[in-house]
């Protein structure tokens, strides 16, 4: 009895012993296991990726802990994809980002030299010399007798019957070349955007949401041809007045000129929030210096933007060979007919005093808004990025207006007034540039900036 009643003490605490041993064993490994729990819940913040992190994983009660090769390649790609804020707009990695882009920053770079070539078509007054218009263009002419019938097209419009009568055939081919250059280098445009966008649709590289943007900038790209020609018909139609000189409307002229403007912008900033989705952010004291620059830098981008508009009016009503006095328009400083026409709202679109001295106005109101923006940066604790784009934008400004005044000063020069068209766009790019390096940054980037210090 005696000997029973030991053996089951001896098996009972061997049990317990047993026991004990294990439940130590656990504690251990869970242990080792919270770093791991709390390093997926503080990066993935999800119970499927709580869940993910340990699937096909393996706890022993050794006190340690050995996931399976298979999950931790899938732990490491949950982890770098799920930025918590962060939105990518390419989701096939670094690589494809990078490719991406470059096509959509060279996309933006040709609508730029579109800009600059419709420029010089209109200031050669090359852009009536094509009297007609398909969407998919055609072959210029090729023989002296195709050359001809163009030439008597050319010759039934009110261009050539009250400004160039006369013309020889080779100044007709000159100005020919030129508008049909701008036409088809629009329409090489649209061949060199629509095929990589349909290849790496068909890669899947890119979100819906990018998808859904690209599309509407090509289709709107696309309208941009019919406004071109709804603006070159315009020019072609009879003059009210025998006294008046035939051109194209300054309306049409102004809207064909914004949606340009328009679709670079939308392909600039697309192709900055592919290769840069987060702000230059690397410290708290930068994030609240780039918040207060975003309260100036938005208004001002819209005085920039009004002001290239109100540019595309001078061009439109050729107000830019009025006036060609500065600071002065003449002999006053405001003409007295810049309220002549009837109805009054008639007078700042259509009026060529009124034009100028709104562009003027406007000019002169955009260079003292980026002056202000540049002088209240300084005491602003901003990114180095950030500081030397406020400084770029103060110096392009001042070049911007510079050329103004001696575009007007020499009478139009076409080289003059391409690079004042140029420059626009230049002070224009700079804003967006602008604008998006002091955007607000995604929160992932903001709580991995609490621990650090302020810097200058």
């Known amino acids: 009895m ?157 261009e050539y019957k009250r400004v160039n009568k006369g013309m020889s055939i080779e100044d007709f081919k000159f100005i020919y070349w030129l508008e049909y250059a701008h036409r088809m280098w629009g329409r090489a445009l649209g061949v060199m955007f629509a095929l990589p966008f349909t290849y790496f649709l068909h890669k899947g590289w890119i979100t819906f949401r990018l998808g859904m943007k690209l599309s509407a900038l090509f289709a709107f790209g696309a309208g941009q041809g019919l406004i071109g020609w709804w603006m070159v018909k315009s020019g072609l139609e009879e003059p009210a007045s025998e006294y008046v000189e035939p051109r194209v409307s300054p309306y049409r002229l102004a809207a064909h000129l914004t949606s340009a403007f328009a679709i670079y912008s939308g392909l600039l900033w697309t192709a900055l929030s592919v290769v840069m989705p987060d702000p230059p952010s690397e410290s708290i004291a930068w994030v609240h210096g780039a918040a207060k620059v975003k309260k100036l830098a938005l208004p001002v981008s819209l005085l920039v933007g009004v002001t290239a508009i109100s540019g595309a009016f001078v061009a439109g009503n050729d107000a830019g060979h009025a006036y060609n006095t500065f600071p002065k328009m003449g002999d006053t400083w405001i003409p007295d007919d810049i309220f002549s026409m009837k109805p009054l709202i008639r007078n700042f679109f259509e009026n060529t ?76 790019t700079l804003m967006i540039l602008l604008n998006h390096s002091v955007r607000r940054p995604s929160m992932k980037l903001v709580k991995s900036l609490t621990s650090v210090p302020k810097t200058a």
């Open 2 to 158: 005696l000997r029973s009643r030991s053996i089951l003490l001896f098996g009972r605490k061997k049990i317990l012993s047993s026991f004990s041993q294990i439940k130590d064993s656990y504690r251990v490994s869970k242990e080792s296991v919270l770093p791991y729990t709390s390093f997926a819940s503080r990066s993935c913040g999800t119970q499927s990726s709580f869940r993910s992190l340990f699937d096909g994983s393996r706890i022993t009660f050794k006190g340690f802990y050995r996931p399976s090769s298979r999950n931790m390649s899938t732990t490491t790609s949950i982890l770098s994809s799920n930025k918590e804020g962060l939105k990518l707009l390419v989701t096939a990695g670094p690589h494809a980002q990078k490719i991406v882009g470059i096509w959509l920053f060279g996309s933006a770079a040709w609508v730029f030299s579109m800009v600059v070539l419709g420029g010089v078509t209109r200031l050669t007054r090359s852009g009536l010399s094509m009297t007609d218009w398909k969407f998919t263009g055609g072959l210029p002419p090729l023989s002296e007798e195709e050359w001809l019938i163009e030439f008597e097209k050319y010759k039934q419009s009110p």
């Open 353 to 428: 005093s009124m034009v100028q001295l709104d562009h003027r106005i406007l000019a002169t109101a955009t260079l003292l808004s980026i002056g202000s923006l540049w002088w209240a940066s300084k005491r602003l604790d901003l990114h180095p990025a950030v500081r030397s784009l406020i400084g770029s934008t103060m110096g392009m400004a001042a070049l911007q207006v510079t050329l103004g005044i001696s575009t007007l000063l020499s009478y139009v020069p076409v080289s003059l007034g391409t690079a004042h068209q140029a420059g626009a766009l230049t002070l224009l």
